[in-house]
C-alpha cells in the first residue's frame, strides 16, 4: 500500500503544557539530552488541556545499545519524563539516524499516541516530518520518525536575531499552508512552538510533533484551529521582534514589558515590515490585540494562508555587491624579471647585452621570403576560387517550399515561431487511485521557481507506485485549444518516467479519465523535453509520471519542480 508518511515527535521540547496563549517553558532540539521531570510535574494546568486525574508513571528502564525489533539500535536519551522517553536511534537496516519515543504499553495516553501516530503518517505531506513506524511490541509502544541531523531549529534562528522581512513572510507562509491541509485532514498540532520548527539546508519549513506530540502529553484543546493559528502568529510576532508575544520570557527569548498588554511588533522594533506586523496582530487577535485597519482576525490556518496570498509576494534582498582588492604591483615587473639586482656601494654596472634585432642573420632572410611566397600563393589561390564560383551558374535544383524566398523578402509563412503557452490552470490527476494526490502545492509545478515542487505521496516496495496503480499525474488546462509543439519537465530526486497525454481538440470539459487522452510522447530523466511526432491541438494536456524515483528514506516519490509549454 501507498507509504503516506509524514509527521514526528517533537518530545525535546520539554516546555510546561500551557497554550502558547499563556505561559510557554523551555524547548530543547533534538541532539541535547535534557530531563525536565520537575518542571513539568510542577506546570500549572490551564485551559484544561492535560487531562486530569493521571498519576506519575515510570519511563521503561532502557539502555544505550537495546534494540528494538532487532533493527532500532538506541544510541542515546533525549527526554525522560512523564512515563515517557525519547531516543536518538539508529536504523540498522537502512543504515540512517531516525528518533525513537517510548512509553509502556499500560500507560494511560499509550492508545491515543499510536493512533496520532498513525492518523499523521497518512498525511503524506513532506511539508511534516515523517512517521516511520508505530508499533505495540513486548509490553512497549514505540514510535520511530526521522532524524534531521542537517536541519535548523526556529529556537536556534531566533537567538541569532530578528529575521529579514523576506524570511519572515516565508516562515508564516510555509507554516500556514502546511497546518491548513493537516487541518482538512482532521489532524491538529496543539504544541506549535519555536522547538516544533525546522528549517532545512534549501530554505523550507519543516514542522515535527504534529498530533503526536499533544497525546504524549494529554492535550487537547475546544479549538484546535484557532490555538494552531494563534501559534502561528506568535512565531511570527518572535520572528519580527526576537521578543515572546506574552509577559512570561520563554524559548531563550524575552516576553513583553507587564502590564502593557499585546503591542504591535512594529511598534516593539523599529523597520518592522507593515504588513507582517498586521498579520501577526490578526493571528493573535483573540488574545486581546487588535488588527490593524479594521481588518478581521486570522481564526484559521486556511483564512492565515489566504491573508499571506493576499499580501504582495516580499522579494528577498539583493545582495550586496563587494569590491575586488586593489590591484598590487609584484616584483616580476617587465624591465626587473630576470637581471641581477643592483647591489648598492657597487663600484660598476654591468651592462646587460642587448638582444640581435629578429630575423637579421642569413637564416632568418630566407625564412622571411619562404613565408612571403606562401601568402602571395595562397591569396592568388584564394582569388581564383572566388572568381570561379562568382562565373559559374548554379546548377542544383532548387527544393520549393524550402529554400525559395517569398517575393518581397518576406519570410516563410509555414515557420511558424516557437512561443511559450502559459498554463491558465492545474490539477492533480489521480483517477486510478484515491483522486487526490496533493492538490495543495500543483501551483509550484509552474510558478517559475525552480526551487518550489509538487510531489506524489510517497509508495513503498516498488518504483511503479508500489503495484497499486499505473500512474498518476497533473493535468494542464492552456485556456484555449492550442497548437503543443513541446513539453519541457524538470524532476527532482532522481530520474522519472513520463508520458505527454494531450485529449481531444473536441473536449467539452476537463476530461476525468485516463482513456480520454491520448499519449503523444514519453521520455525519462531529471530534464525530459516530450515532443509530439506531429503538431497536437488541444486545451488539456497531462503530464502523467508512470516510474518514480526512489528517497533517502527508502520510499518512492515523484517531485516536479517545473513544468514548460511552447508551441
Known sequence: MAERSTAAVDVADNSGDDPLTAQAGKATTDGAAESQDSAEKTAPDTNGERQGGETAIATPELHSGHKLARRYRLEECVTRLDGFSSWRAVDEKLRRAVGVHLLPADHPRARSVLAAARSSALLGDPRFVQVLDAVEENDLVYVVHEWLPDATELTALLAMGPMEPHDAYQLVDQLSQAMAAAHREGLAHLRLTPGAVLR???????????????????????GPQRTDTEAIGALLYAA??????????????????KGVGLIAPDQVRAGVHRGLSELAMRALVNDG??????????????????????MPRIRPPEPSFTSPPDYQRTTYQQGTYGRPAHRPGSATTQAVPTPPAPLQSRTGRVLKWAVASLLIAALGLGSWQIADKLIKPDNKPVDPGTTQSNPGGEKNPDVKPV???PIVAARDFDPLGDQSEKPDGIRNSYDGNPSTFWNTDGYIRSSDFGGLKSGVGIMLDLGQVQQVGSVNVSFLGGDTSVELRAASESAPAQPTTLDAFTKVAQGTGTNVSLKPKKPVQSRYVLVWLTNLPQTSEGNFRGKISEIKITS
Not at 532545512?200 to 475546544?222: M, P
Open 240 to 257: 519580527l521582534t526576537q521578543r515572546w508575544p506574552y509577559e512570561n520570557d520563554a524559548y531563550g527569548l524575552s516576553g513583553l514589558p
Open 419 to 421: 512561443k511559450p503557452i
Open 200 to 222: 532545512s539546508s534549501t530554505g523550507q519549513y519543516r514542522i515535527r510533533g504534529l498530533a503526536v506530540n499533544a497525546a504524549l502529553r494529554g492535550i487537547t484543546a475546544d
Open 289 to 310: 490585540a487588535t488588527a490593524s485597519r479594521q481588518e478581521p482576525p486570522c481564526t484559521t490556518p486556511e483564512e492565515l494562508a489566504k491573508a499571506v496570498a493576499a
